[in-house]
C-alpha cells in the first residue's frame, strides 16, 4: 500500500492497512497506527505518533521542528490519536521541550492551511477552518470551533463547545459554551445552535443563559462581582455552568468580555 514515488525510512513504524500515496516522505522516528491514508505529497517528520484512521491531504507537513526561538535542538515530540482529518497545506510542530509534546487528540478536523504550534494541547471533536492560526502554549477543549481566518494569541486558552468567528483577533481566553467574534475578539453570546446540535438538555441550556447575563451581558461590571453573584444562585451547581465558573477562575490571561 505505499506508492513506489514514496520516501518511508525503514526506521518508521506504519501499522496494519496504511496507504501512502505518491511522493509523501515518512521520518524515521514517525509511527503510523493502522488505516491511515496518506493521499500525495504528504510530510511527517519527527518523533510524531498517529493513532488509527487519520486522514491526510496533499501537502500537509505535520511533526515540523517548532518556530520556538527557545528550542536548542533537543529531542521533541508531537503525540495524535486517531481519525484526526488533516487538509492540503496544514502544518503542526513539535514541542519545544522534551518533557512537553504537542497534543492532539481524536475526531478532529482541520481545513486547508490551519496551523497548530509548537506545545499546543487539543482535545476531541475540533474544528479549525480554513486558515486559522494557532499560536503557541493554546490549550482547546473539545467541540471548540474556530473559524476561517481567525489568529489566536500564545497561551490562551479555547473553552469546550465554544465557537470563534471568523477574521477574529483572540488575545485572551474564549469562554466555554459561548460565540466569541470581532477584532478585537470579545463575547457575543450563548452558542445556542451548538449546543443544541450537541444534545444539551433544555435546563442545561437554560442555566447557561443565566450564567452568561450574569458574566457578559454587562461587560463594564467587576468579573469577579460577577462569578460571586453566579455562585450564589442555584444554577452554579450544574456541571456545566460549574465548568463555566471554574474555566473563568483559572484564568491566567484573563476571560474574553
Same mark, same amino acid.
Given at each position: 500500500m505505499i506508492h513506489p514515488t514514496a520516501i518511508v525510512s525503514p526506521l518508521a513504524r506504519i501499522g496494519n492497512n496504511v496507504r501512502i500515496g505518491p511522493f509523501c516522505v515518512i521520518g524515521a522516528h514517525v509511527e503510523l497506527g493502522d488505516d491511515c491514508v496518506l493521499h500525495s505529497h504528504v510530510v511527517l517528520e519527527g518523533h510524531s505518533t498517529f493513532g488509527r484512521g487519520n486522514e491526510f491531504f496533499p501537502f500537509a507537513a505535520i511533526g515540523g521542528k517548532t518556530q520556538d526561538l527557545k528550542y536548542q535542538g533537543e529531542p521533541t515530540y508531537l503525540e495524535v490519536g486517531d481519525h484526526n482529518v488533516f487538509r492540503e497545506n496544514t502544518t503542526v510542530h513539535r514541542g519545544t521541550h522534551e518533557a512537553l509534546p504537542t497534543r492532539i487528540g481524536s475526531h478532529n478536523?482541520?481545513?486547508?492551511? #490551519?496551523?497548530? @504550534?509548537?506545545?499546543?494541547?487539543?482535545?476531541?471533536? *475540533?474544528?479549525? $477552518?480554513? #486558515?486559522?492560526? *494557532? @499560536?503557541?502554549? *493554546?490549550?482547546?477543549?473539545?467541540? @471548540?470551533?474556530? $473559524?476561517?481566518?481567525?489568529?489566536?494569541h500564545q497561551f490562551c486558552r479555547i473553552g469546550r463547545h465554544s465557537i470563534i468567528g471568523g477574521c477574529s483577533k483572540v488575545v485572551q481566553d474564549v469562554p466555554p459554551y459561548m460565540i466569541v467574534d470581532g477584532n478585537p475578539a470579545s463575547t457575543r453570546g450563548l452558542n445556542l445552535v451548538g449546543l443544541q446540535r450537541r444534545g444539551f438538555a433544555e435546563d442545561d441550556i437554560k442555566a447557561l443563559k443565566a450564567a452568561y447575563k450574569k458574566l457578559f451581558l454587562k461587560k463594564d461590571g467587576n468579573l469577579s462581582n460577577s462569578i460571586s453573584s453566579l455562585k450564589a444562585t442555584h444554577v452554579a451547581d450544574t456541571p456545566h455552568v460549574a465548568h463555566l465558573i471554574h474555566f473563568v477562575e483559572a484564568s491566567e490571561r484573563g476571560v474574553t468580555r
Open positions: 478536523l482541520f481545513l486547508c492551511y #490551519s496551523h497548530v @504550534a509548537h506545545d499546543c494541547q487539543l482535545g476531541n471533536h *475540533i474544528i479549525l $477552518s480554513n #486558515s486559522v492560526g *494557532i @499560536a503557541g502554549h *493554546i490549550i482547546i477543549e473539545d467541540y @471548540a470551533i474556530v $473559524s476561517g481566518v481567525a489568529a489566536v
